[in-house]
């Protein structure tokens, strides 16, 4: 159980270019997604938290216009990286907290290698 | 807010020794500290958790300790194996009932297992 999937696994495209990414909770309802960043051999960096229903809340220092969060349903949340450049060349990847209780774990999707040409 | 230091940055151990990694967390509300194992280009995996309301839990070969007062929490692996080779990430989060709870993580530790 808790599976968390992730698409596309890997995108290159050319800058200017914007790219949607997905993430869907297989098997369980994620109210709560999070969206993290991963420069090669760096730790996980907190973008955003996705809410179903509601807006983004986004952490400090990340452009709100430039990352757009969508969490539309309860399995379902997606980042878009518009006019991508390649500065915004990372590993994305998201992950879905299960359930609502206090420390309930996230589990995470297996990340999306963004290459900006 | 919170700010995870986790050290070493770099462990090798001979198969079969113990492995020691050390966290602390600046935020005494957090009250939530996953653990994480990543292998390259995969995704971050749960090996164990702790709560607040508890110092130390065991699964298997892999324990947690938690010491709220000194604000740090240490991953404990025992009869290291091959296979645990990879990158651990700590983290710490503020959890409440439906609220919000990213996890600010550590830097990493990677954990070389000689053989």
């Known amino acids: 159980g808790a599976v968390v999937s992730q698409h ?43 809410n179903e229903g509601s807006k983004a809340t986004y ?24 006019s991508a450049h390649p500065e915004d060349s990372s590993f994305y990847i998201c992950s879905a907290r299960l359930g609502q209780g206090l420390g309930q774990p996230q589990h995470f999707g297996d990340g999306t290698r963004l290459s900006i040409l | 807010g919170e700010n995870v230091e986790q ?8 198969e079969g020794d113990s492995a020691v990694i050390k966290c602390t967390y600046s935020d005494s509300a957090s009250n939530y500290f996953p653990w994480y194992k990543q292998e390259l280009g995969k995704r971050p995996q749960l090996i164990i958790d702790i709560r607040s309301n508890v110092g130390e839990k065991k699964d298997q070969r892999i324990a947690v300790t938690l010491n ?48």
Not at chain 1, 14 to 30: N, P
Not at chain 1, 59 to 80: C, P
């Open chain 1, 8 to 50: 596309p696994s890997w995108v290159i495209c050319k800058s200017g270019t914007s790219v949607k990414i997905e993430c869907r909770s297989l098997d369980f309802q994620a109210t709560t997604m999070f969206w993290y960043r991963q420069f090669p051999k760096q730790s996980l960096m907190l973008m955003a938290t996705s």
């Open chain 1, 59 to 82: 952490e400090q220092g990340v452009e709100k216009d430039k990352f757009l969060i969508n969490h539309a349903s309860l399995t379902l949340s997606t980042l878009t990286v518009t």
């Open chain 2, 7 to 14: 050290h070493p940055s770099t462990l090798s151990v001979q």
């Open chain 2, 68 to 115: 709220k007062t000194a604000k740090h929490f240490s991953l404990h692996i025992t009869e290291t194996q091959p296979e645990d080779s990879a990158v651990y990430f700590c983290a710490a989060s503020i959890t409440s009932g439906g609220g919000a709870d990213g996890l600010t993580f550590g830097k990493g530790t990677h954990l070389i297992i000689q053989p």
